[in-house]
């Protein structure tokens, strides 16, 4: 087999490595179909964005890249920097195009704690999504301000919106909320982190209630106030996620009086004052399967587990 010298073309057919293979661009094993973005900020001016070596100094730029070539199913890695303290990576606000369609937007390090991305101003919102079918992972976001500000709002038009493996925290000022959803269908929040924030996950029913939202296997510490679910949905799952007695709401499928037929099951809901007070959900509801320690209540089993809604 021939030996590779410097390709500067593609190379198309199956390839066999009989011994160590080393990328010194790194390896990208599954493409999303579309363009592939770079951003690197600790880089001393933007490049084209096109390799690491040639990348985008801000989030901004390569999203304004993509949607000015018209690109769907396009992808942006970021890359984190080498501070060893709470010094932020990117302190800017970016919004996501309605023709924008599959973006992905993907932090790579070893963790969310390794890629910080900040507000660009305070009461403001770090992410506004309005294309259906992106993706966001591996970021701490830094939302500020406990009038309007922030981390990620989805407009009605985000359906399928996906976010995980990220950290939710507030800097400065406690922030008004995580994830806002706007009537948005379809949405997935898994494996997330949520601390220092009023409320971390709010669902409004701005055009119609909330359908078929997925949130699973998130933890909500003590540092999250107000509420940790607090959505107005309709045939969501809500499963797997772990609250502490500090959060005055845990749990409520029925903001503003609407919502129906949600499925509330596996999660940990550690209860300040009452399951009925804590918890809000309504008559078409399952609540069956959770873990709560207000056994006095008359749809909590001697055990701990939920048969019941909240009937509050």
Known sequence: MA?????????????????????????????????????????????????????????????????AAGGTYDTIFVKGTENTDETTDYTESVT??????GLRIIGCANGPEGVLWTVGTAEGVILTVNAKDCYVSGFRFRPNGATSGGAIDVAVEGIGFHIENCILRSTVETALYGIRINSTPDVTINNNKFTSLATAILGTQSVKTIYRCRILNNLFDDKVDDAGINIAGRACLIKGNDFTSDTTL??????????????????????ASAYETNCTGTTSDNWLGNFCDDV?????????????????
């Open 250 to 271: 845990l749990i409520s499928t029925y903001k503003d009086g609407a919502g129906e037929m949600n499925i509330v099951t596996g999660n940990t809901l550690p209860c």
């Open 296 to 312: 006095e209540s008359s749809v909590i089993g001697a055990s701990g587990i939920t048969f019941g809604y909240p009937q509050g």
């Open 3 to 67: 030996l590779f010298g410097n390709v500067t073309s593609d190379v198309k057919g199956n390839l066999k490595f009989l011994g160590q293979a080393t990328f010194t661009q790194g390896a990208i094993g599954v493409g999303n179909g579309g363009e592939i973005y770079y951003v690197d900020s600790s880089r001393s001016a933007s490049g084209k964005g096109d390799l690491w070596s040639t990348a985008f100094i801000t989030i901004a730029e390569a999203v304004a890249a993509s949607l």
């Open 96 to 101: 996501i195009a309605e023709a924008q369609t």
